[in-house]
């Protein structure tokens, strides 16, 4: 995932940079979400 800053926000992009995942106030917060989804996608069932 890619985290860009947009104006005054970042947004948390897919790998290939096509899917918005997400805007956020601060770096933290969107590297916190993209920590967040990882956790998820390799969760077992």
Known sequence: MVIK???KKYVL???D???KL???SSYEKALK???Q???FK???K
């Open 33 to 35: 979400r993209e920590r």
């Open 13 to 15: 992009f897919s790998h």
């Open 5 to 7: 800053k947009v104006g």
């Open 17 to 19: 940079g096509k899917k």
């Open 42 to 44: 390799h969760m077992r």
């Open 22 to 24: 997400g805007i956020f």
């Open 37 to 39: 989804i990882q956790f």
